[in-house]
């Protein structure tokens, strides 16, 4: 099993930055992909930016340019930098590993962009 814990939500002004940290109970060098997914009330869950072991990274086009997914195999934690945050871009987010063919998910994190 995989518990993951997200962390750096928060309450921001449209164009400033936020960096969401998402820390595993086991070495991130042994899960294959990791992600960061959004959901706001009503909505599906969306994914936002993917990360493979080999550092391939994959970003959905709302937050292209604008946002940045990371892995620290060091530490263990999976990052993403959020810049020029948009009231759009509001919603819980959850990070996600697939790990032995099993999705594992966060409890979630809320960002909230004021205009």
């Known amino acids: 099993q995989v518990q993951l814990v997200e962390s750096g939500g928060g309450v921001v002004q449209a164009g400033r930055s936020l960096i969401l940290s998402c820390s595993a109970s086991?070495?991130?060098?042994?899960?294959?992909?990791m992600g960061w997914y959004r959901q706001t009330p009503g909505k599906q869950r969306e994914m936002v930016a993917t990360?493979?072991?080999?550092?391939?990274?994959y970003c959905g086009d709302s937050v292209k340019g604008r946002f940045t997914i990371s892995r620290d195999n060091a530490n263990d934690r999976l990052y993403q930098q959020m810049n020029s945050l948009k009231p759009e871009d509001s919603a819980v987010y959850y990070c996600?590993?697939?790990?032995?063919?099993?999705?594992?998910w966060g409890q979630g994190t809320q960002v909230t962009v004021s205009s």
């Open positions: 086991i070495s991130i060098s042994a899960i294959p992909s």
């Open positions: 996600k590993s697939v790990y032995r063919r099993r999705d594992y």
């Open positions: 990360i493979v072991i080999g550092g391939t990274t």
